[in-house]
């Protein structure tokens, strides 16, 4: 099931990027991340291989399918706002579920991405690099291609293996289908 493109105008583009940023947070949680707390995050999303679970949990349409050429791919973002604006992440409950899309119109659950705002973070835990189930994030400046302001993010993949690391954000395995942020 394709779900329907959200049309962000300024206000909302705003809204989500503070929710975004509410959401990312409370990122402060650090976990050993070790085997045992990768398969409780596969637990736990099990459910979203569907994609109309994800759409019914809350979860929608973020940006468009991300790529970096001869680097990698994220795939399709799907961001639960009401994660988003809470300070606290929780492994379990990812803010961002990550799709490849599907030649027939689909999408298949790839990955998990973690997110915390550069400013609520620093404004709760202090000015230190947020980590999650034992890896450090990665720090995205702002000027970035989403219009965030700074930001944290880790990726986790899950559902599809990726040769570059399994928190490594490019997956050389994953392709856009032509329908990228970089037109591939």
Not at 130 to 141: A, H, K, Q
Request: glycine residues 12%.
């Amino acid at each position: 099931m394709r779900p329907n493109r959200i049309g962000l105008g300024p206000r909302a583009s705003l809204a989500t990027a503070l929710a975004l940023a509410a959401l990312v947070a409370g990122t402060g949680l650090v976990a050993a991340g070790g085997q045992s707390e990768v398969a409780a995050v596969r637990q736990a999303t099990v459910q979203y291989h569907d994609l109309q679970a994800a759409l019914d949990d809350g979860y929608e349409l973020f940006y468009v399918c991300t790529e970096e050429p001869g680097v990698g791919t994220m795939g399709q973002h799907f961001v639960k706002g009401s994660l988003v604006a809470d300070p606290a992440v929780d492994p379990l409950q990812p803010e961002v579920l990550v799709y490849a899309p599907k030649r027939n119109g689909d999408y298949k659950l790839v990955a998990v991405e973690y997110v915390t705002l550069k400013p609520l973070w620093d404004e709760a835990f202090g000015p230190t690099t947020p980590s999650i189930l034992g890896d450090e994030m990665e720090f995205v400046p702002e000027g970035n291609r989403y219009g965030l302001p700074d930001f944290y993010e880790r990726h986790l993949w899950l559902w599809q293996g990726n040769p570059s690391g399994l928190y490594f954000e490019w997956n050389p395995n994953v392709s856009c289908l032509g329908n990228g942020d970089n037109g591939g």
